[in-house]
């Protein structure tokens, strides 16, 4: 499921208990109104069942933090839109000699760290 109100079955722009409460309405054979099933399986697991319920209440009061059959989601945090990251401005104007004075060349190379990319023996 990709819906963008995915678990949000009454279309009110939130997840919340009434959702839980309507997808259990739907699996007893109820006919809730307002009720989209194409945002009703949270736990992707391709039926509309009691489970989607009772995930949708743990969802609500916190113990779940994600509905596993969504990929998006109203309800807390973010507004959906993408974040645009700032422009990258790689100005930075530093001599490390003003802060630090001068600092004698190094007369070891230690490679016994892992991760290690590249050494640095000479041009100090
Ligand atoms: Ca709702
Ligand atoms: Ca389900």
Same mark, same amino acid.
């Given at each position: 499921m990709f819906s963008a109100t995915c678990g949000d079955v009454n279309s009110s722009g939130a997840i919340d208990i009434v959702d839980a409460l309507l997808i259990a309405q739907y699996y007893v054979g109820l006919n809730p109104s307002n009720f989209d099933s194409a945002a009703a399986d949270v736990n992707g697991d391709s039926g509309i069942d009691i489970m989607d319920a009772l995930l949708m209440v743990q969802y609500y009061v916190g113990l !779940?933090?994600? @509905? *596993?059959? /969504? #990929?998006q989601m109203p309800g *807390?945090?973010?507004?959906g839109d993408p974040y645009t990251w700032p422009v990258y401005s790689p100005g930075l104007d530093y001599n490390f000699r003003d802060e630090f004075g001068d600092i004698a060349m *190094?007369?070891? !190379? @230690?490679?016994? /760290? #892992?991760?290690?990319?590249g050494t640095q023996s000479q041009e100090w």
């Open positions: !779940v933090d994600s @509905l *596993p059959g /969504c #990929s *807390p945090g973010g507004d *190094p007369t070891q !190379v @230690l490679n016994d /760290c #892992s991760g290690i990319a």
